[in-house]
């Protein structure tokens, strides 16, 4: 006792003590803001490499964006993209998943080499457009096929339809009118989210044209040339932070799904209980060259192989082996098919 | 104050002094990091209800269509990328106008046409093309040769009409042959993106120059039209808004060219006779006029278009009762081809008459012979040969009158006519023309 006697002399003096309970204050300042709320702000990195937009790859582009919706120390959100475009319905996905992302944090996109028709889609979606000057953008537009030939098939003795279009959903002109009404919601879109901003008639930024970068922003389909730094910049300055971290949250929700994954493995010692719970993510593997949710530790080949209770994704051709009409209808595309730079 | 109570104070204010540091250097690092809020855009509010799609009317047309006689033959021997069932309309009212149609050509189960297995296509082309009326050329995807060019051209020469269709949707050779009638499909699409019929390649055509075949038409739509450029005048002109897929340049395009000797029409697209877009708007009246165009040509035909100048009931008028053989012979070569005849033994001026006979019958058909410059003495003499020795010799004559058409065969004996007649029948008698209407012949 008597060796804290001088500490407590020391203590005793009105500075040192004002000085210790300061320090003490920062740090438990600190610990409650770092640590309990809100902590340090994130920018939350999305890319997108190479990719055609389909159901798997949109579903695990949605992961990425749910998880930075609801992630709270993720104050905003750059994705980096390049695709072509893809389905239609997939591509709708994505922007209504990006606007939605766009309701609760600022998203800016970076727009790579390509970023054309449903890919230019989910980046309407976003606050801000950062394109390269060498970005192929636009592309603005629909592909329906195969459409139904110009005489239809006859009907089969061996079938019973109830409707003239039973077999083909509508003749040739039908479909037609069809991708027109899809043509006129696209351009409803880029009306929408970039109307004000159009330099030019919305008709003649929809004839599915490919643009620079350069062209984007004098059109006023992107907001600026800029990268990945600008991208951020803006999104931090939209968010209204500084000092922030970033996140890459591909690598995050990868890092989760495999976590939950050696669980499920843990407890059930194979890849089925984790195909139970996640069957759609993975189904999800990435398109191209490993892209997606799942890095090199996940062995995808075999996840992939494995069959999905209840057949969920099963091609209709193999569902229905004995169906005796060829299935092959529309398909409808947000997709650009000419030449990359 | 007291000392105590100065000390007690100053213990509780540096209690106090905890949590103030504490939240003042959160509320430090706060506004430090979060400097501003986020002003989030409203949710999205797209009024989708609103897209909706007009369409083009279904324009009712009918009509009383007149009858003639005559065949449209269709070309089928190229691999043409059409089937039967997309050309109906046009079919039904060439049919409507009394005409027969002939499609010649090999069609795989789906319809299309594929290549002929045939030794010789042309030979077959070119006899279909000899009893036609029109010809009817829709998306060859094989070219069509000089010599086939050749027949074509002789067939216009002769009166045909020729409708030439191509389509940039489909693959086509059909400047093989439209080149030589000065016409040329030219490469790409025309297209409007203001005013379309359901797709920016759909285009309205509302400019017609006066014809026979924009009588009555105010509007029509081409369903993915080429333009067609040609010596003659165009007959469908394009507005302003409509363009080229290949031309920087806007300029008025031509979906439908006539040909300015009025014998060639030519059409940037196939599908716009196909149902139901043959029926939107004027397109229904457009095809009916095009049905009428080739059916009101006047056809001219000579000696080698044999047995085709001849009506479907024909008398076959003996010189000499000698020939009752080649007579029958002649009967059953007719026969051959379809047409009914029968031997008889006086002319009848109303009905068409092949005329069998030996030079020195010569005299029962003198009229025919001195109108043609003919003349039967002690040697041949034709205007378009020097004198010919009559023996082992024969001569063809097909005079044309506007009622009727003869067909005389002179020889120097039966065999001669025997010759002559086994020569219709393999087709070498054309070898011996030496006019239009005149064939003269060696008969060992």
């Given at each position: 006792m008597s060796r804290l006697a001088p500490l407590g002399r020391l203590a005793s003096k009105w500075y040192i003590s004002t000085s210790i309970i300061i320090g003490l204050g920062i740090i438990l300042g600190s610990m409650v803001f770092f640590n309990v709320w809100p902590g340090k702000p994130k920018i939350g990195i999305i890319n997108i490499p190479f990719t055609v937009i389909t159901d798997r790859s949109a579903f695990e582009i949605a992961s990425l964006l749910e998880y930075a919706r609801l992630e709270d120390s993720i104050a905003a959100v750059v994705i980096t993209i390049n695709s072509p475009g893809g389905g239609a319905a997939a591509s709708e996905e994505l922007f209504f998943e990006t606007a939605k992302l766009r309701e609760k944090k600022p998203v800016v996109v970076v727009m790579n080499d390509l970023v054309a028709s449903g890919g230019y889609m989910m980046a309407l979606g976003a606050n801000f457009i950062y394109a390269k000057p060498s970005s192929f953008i636009g592309g603005i537009g629909v592909i329906l096929?195969?459409?139904?030939?110009?005489?239809?098939?006859?009907?089969?003795?061996r079938d019973v339809l109830t409707g003239p279009f039973k077999a083909e959903g509508g003749d040739?002109?039908?479909?037609?009118?069809?991708?027109?009404?899809?043509?006129?919601?696209?351009?409803?879109?880029?009306?929408?989210?970039?109307?004000?901003?159009?330099?030019?008639?919305?008709?003649?930024?929809?004839?599915?044209?490919?643009?620079?970068?350069?062209?984007?922003?004098?059109?006023?389909?992107?907001?600026?040339?800029?990268?990945?730094?600008?991208?951020?910049?803006k999104a931090a300055s939209l968010a209204g932070v500084s000092g922030y971290d970033l996140e890459d949250i591909n690598t995050e929700v990868s890092r989760i799904f495999n976590q939950k994954r050696?669980?499920?493995?843990?407890?059930?010692?194979?890849?089925?209980?984790?195909?139970?719970?996640?069957?759609?993510?993975?189904?999800g593997q990435g398109e191209r060259n490993g892209f997606g949710l799942f890095q090199e530790d996940v062995n995808s080949n075999l996840l992939g192989t494995l069959a999905l209770p209840g057949g969920i994704g099963e091609d209709p051709n193999t569902a229905l082996p004995n169906f005796p009409l060829k299935i092959n209808?529309?398909?409808?595309?947000?997709?650009y098919v000419g030449p990359s730079p | 104050m007291s000392a105590p109570l100065l000390n007690m104070g100053l213990k509780i204010g540096l209690f106090l002094l905890l949590p103030i540091v504490a939240l003042a250097f959160f509320l430090g690092a706060y506004f430090f990091f979060y400097r501003g809020g986020y002003d989030a855009p409203p949710p999205l509010n797209i009024s989708f209800e609103d897209i909706v799609q007009p369409t083009s009317s279904q324009a009712s047309f009918t009509e009383v269509p007149q009858i003639h006689e005559g065949m449209l033959l269709v070309d089928g021997v190229h691999r043409n990328e059409f089937t039967k069932a997309e050309i109906s309309s046009l079919l039904a009212k060439i049919a409507d106008r009394g005409y027969s149609i002939d499609i010649v050509g090999q069609t795989a189960s789906d319809g299309r046409f594929i290549r002929l297995r045939s030794d010789n296509p042309f030979d077959l082309f070119a006899q279909k093309l000899r009893q036609a009326d029109s010809l009817a050329v829709i998306l060859p995807n094989e070219p069509f040769s000089s010599r086939e060019a050749d027949l074509v051209e002789r067939f216009l020469d002769k009166g045909g009409r020729l409708l030439l269709i191509g389509d940039p949707t489909r693959d086509h050779d059909i400047n093989s042959l439209a080149e030589r009638f000065g016409v040329r499909f030219q490469p790409g699409y025309l297209y409007n993106t203001k005013e379309y019929d359901l797709n920016f390649q759909n285009i309205y055509v509302r400019d017609f120059r006066p014809d026979l075949l924009t009588q009555g038409i105010s509007q029509v739509v081409f369903y993915t039209t080429g333009s067609v450029k040609s010596s003659g005048p165009g007959l469908a002109y394009t507005d302003g808004n409509t363009r080229s897929s290949v031309l920087e340049r806007v300029e008025q395009f031509f979906p439908m060219v006539k040909t300015s000797d009025d014998q060639v029409v030519a059409i940037g697209d196939m599908t716009f006779l196909v149902p139901p877009r043959n029926s939107i708007l004027d397109n229904d009246r457009l095809i009916s006029n095009i049905a009428d165009f080739l059916t009101t040509g006047q056809r001219r035909f000579d000696l080698g278009d044999f047995p085709y100048f001849l009506g479907d009931d024909v008398e076959i008028l003996l010189g000499s009762s000698t020939l009752i053989g080649q007579g029958t012979a002649a009967k059953?070569?007719?026969?051959?081809?379809?047409?009914?005849?029968?031997?008889?033994?006086?002319?009848?001026?109303?009905?068409?008459?092949?005329?069998?006979?030996?030079?020195?019958?010569?005299?029962?058909?003198?009229?025919?012979?001195?109108?043609?410059?003919?003349?039967?003495?002690?040697?041949?003499?034709?205007?378009?040969?020097?004198?010919?020795?009559?023996?082992?010799?024969?001569?063809?004559?097909?005079h044309k009158s506007p009622d009727r058409n003869v067909f005389v065969i002179l020889g120097d004996t039966e065999g001669s006519i025997t010759n002559m007649l086994d020569q219709l029948e393999s087709s070498a008698f054309r070898t011996g023309l030496v006019s239009d209407f005149v064939g003269v012949y060696r008969t060992p």
């Open positions: 096929s195969p459409v139904p030939a110009f005489i239809p098939r006859p009907p089969n003795e040739r002109r039908h479909y037609v009118s069809l991708t027109d009404q899809l043509k006129q919601a696209f351009a409803q879109l880029v009306s929408t989210q970039r109307g004000d901003l159009l330099t030019k008639p919305l008709s003649e930024v929809t004839q599915g044209q490919i643009f620079s970068g350069i062209e984007g922003v004098r059109l006023g389909l992107v907001d600026a040339i800029g990268g990945r730094t600008d991208a951020i910049e050696e669980r499920a493995r843990g407890s059930s010692g194979s890849d089925e209980a984790l195909t139970q719970s996640f069957p759609s993510r993975i189904k209808g529309p398909n409808a595309y947000y997709l | 059953a070569l007719l026969t051959g081809f379809h047409i009914n005849s029968r031997i008889v033994g006086s002319e009848d001026i109303t009905q068409d008459t092949v005329y069998l006979g030996l030079y020195r019958d010569a005299s029962d058909i003198a009229q025919y012979l001195e109108v043609n410059g003919i003349r039967v003495g002690d040697s041949l003499l034709t205007p378009f040969t020097p004198d010919l020795d009559k023996e082992g010799s024969g001569l063809m004559l097909f």
